[in-house]
């Protein structure tokens, strides 16, 4: 069964740091873009971050600077470290994995209050 979960969300003050995981199973990690993305309330899904089978990384203008994807094909699991956190971030973060097939998690909640 092919399946990712994501965890890690979670209430933290503007400036603080979360660390966000993404758990695969049922698919070979290692070939898959792996990636984040964050849907706030009353707002459409958009594009966080990706890393690539090879570890080529691209962000959103918002976050660059400020959060780190990363992956470790061999725990099958991707990570997306989030630093300087402000309000506007505040969404449900979810990650995505991208080949073949598309994959999605079932969302973490990241609220950070000011």
Do not use: H
């Given at each position: 069964?092919?399946?990712?979960?994501?965890?890690?969300?979670?209430?933290?003050?503007?400036?603080?740091?979360?660390?966000?995981?993404?758990?695969?199973?049922?698919?070979?990690?290692?070939?898959?873009?792996?990636?984040?993305?964050?849907?706030?309330?009353?707002?459409?899904?958009?594009?966080?971050?990706?890393?690539?089978?090879?570890?080529s990384t691209n962000?959103?203008?918002?976050?660059?600077?400020?959060?780190?994807?990363?992956?470790?094909?061999?725990?099958?699991?991707?990570?997306?470290?989030?630093?300087?956190?402000?309000?506007?971030?505040?969404?449900?973060?979810?990650?995505?994995?991208?080949?073949?097939?598309?994959?999605?998690?079932?969302?973490?909640?990241?609220?950070?209050?000011?």
């Amino acid at each position: 069964q092919v399946q990712l979960v994501d965890s890690g969300g979670g209430l933290v003050q503007a400036g603080g740091s979360l660390r966000l995981s993404c758990a695969t199973s049922g698919i070979t990690t290692s070939l898959y873009d792996m990636g984040w993305y964050r849907q706030a309330p009353g707002k459409q899904r958009e594009f966080v971050a990706v890393v690539t089978p090879g570890g080529s990384t691209n962000y959103a203008d918002s976050v660059k600077g400020r959060f780190t994807i990363s992956r470790d094909n061999a725990k099958n699991t991707m990570y997306l470290q989030m630093n300087a956190l402000q309000p506007e971030d505040t969404a449900v973060y979810y990650c995505n994995a991208k080949w073949i097939r598309e994959v999605w998690g079932q969302g973490t909640l990241v609220t950070v209050s000011s």
